[in-house]
């Protein structure tokens, strides 16, 4: 009989659909959406957890006429001891001028299915 190996925290893998980076554990890719694999519940799960960090904001170009400004989105991930641990330009852009462009950041947290606690069922009686 095989026995199933525990899943490993932060592994991942290319979408086959957009090649994306994902999670190895997830079932809907969060960039493009698609689903990965057959799993009942994968809707569900694809939900985070938690969203412990979300900002969103706004730049507008505030002339009406003009030259264009140029933007670069970099996400920048730190570790607790403050070293860099990935840099990445994940876009970039022009805005004419009177033009607004709203930019939002989260960071969504999985728990993996292996480490949901889901309770004890327990039969019989007390001792």
Aim: aromatic fraction near 4%; charged fraction near 20%.
């Amino acid at each position: 009989m095989n026995s199933a190996r525990p899943p490993i925290a932060g592994k991942t893998r290319s979408c086959p659909h957009c090649k994306a980076t994902i999670l190895d554990s997830a079932s809907i890719c969060p960039a493009c959406h698609h689903h990965l694999r057959f799993d009942p519940g994968a809707e569900q799960r694809a939900l985070p957890s938690s969203v412990p960090l979300k900002v969103e904001g706004k730049i507008r170009h505030p002339q009406t006429a003009g030259t264009p400004w140029e933007y670069s989105v970099v996400l920048a991930i730190r570790n607790d001891r403050g070293e860099e641990i990935t840099r990445k330009v994940v876009g970039v852009g022009a805005l004419q001028p009177a033009e607004e462009c709203t930019f939002t950041l989260s960071v969504e947290v999985f728990v993996p299915r292996a480490q949901v606690n889901t309770g004890t069922l327990r039969v019989g009686r007390n001792s």
